[in-house]
DNA sequence: CCGCATCCTGTGCGATACTG
DNA sequence: CAGTATCGCACAGGATGCGG
């Protein structure tokens, strides 16, 4: 172990971009609200307490460029426009759920961590 | 399915705060390079190409004050410094290992999407 | 109901210069 | 070598108002 690092170990590594943008503050939430069936614009602002309609839109369209999710759009008065996963939106539910249960099983460790750093009294 | 969405759904959710802040730049790409053993600081600058040293200083602490890593100053002249992963912050491994092999497989059908949505004429 | 336009703010990150 | 101090930018995202 501990040969010198590569200098190009990251060059072309996935995470140059933030893992495929699933890092931000909503696309994750989004595709589990969208687990269970389409959903339309308005019930999604309901779980995701506070966004508002521009950044839900943003993050929206983002997704349906990634191929994550789909947008179908009903000519109907008033409109109606659903969202739906993908395929490949849907399998992003299974590096999430990893993700998912490491922070449940450790979160209280590392909150231990943090409080122990934390409580260092800086001239002890 | 579709039953309406809970609006508390994402209240106690791990990710409130997002995933413990691997999302970040910088996080994982260290944990990477702490895989084989401690390393020292300048180490750590050669792979994190173009990272400056505050924000190499800044991640590094807040690893340490997360538990995810143990930082080690050595009184000599030169001065030297080790990082090396914790149990925790090993662990971390796991998950990630989960999320590369996502991007892995799907980063091509996503681009595709990307491409096939952005060649769309927008007044066809 | 859906979503765009405009404006504004917090902050992650980078550049540069300096210290033990 | 391993930081700290200061400055500044870019950008995600929030507030508000208007349009189809």
């Not at 200098?7 to 994750?28: E, N, Q, Y």
């Not at 490491?102 to 009294?121: G, I, N």
Request: with cysteine.
């Amino acid at each position: 172990m501990s040969q010198p690092l590569d200098s190009d170990m990251f060059v072309g590594c996935a995470s140059g971009t933030p893992l495929i943008r699933v890092g931000d503050k909503w696309t994750a939430k989004i595709v589990v609200c969208l687990r269970d069936g389409p959903r339309r614009f308005s019930e999604l602002q309901v779980p995701l307490r506070g966004i508002t309609a521009k950044v839900l839109t943003e993050s929206l369209r983002s997704m349906e460029r990634d191929g994550l999710l789909t947008r179908t759009a009903y000519a109907e008065i008033p409109p109606r426009v659903e969202y739906a996963l993908t395929p490949l939106g849907r399998s992003l539910l299974v590096p999430m759920a990893v993700g998912c249960a490491w922070s449940r099983e450790h979160q209280p460790e590392l909150l231990d961590a943090r409080r122990a750093y934390d409580h260092q009294t800086p001239t002890g």
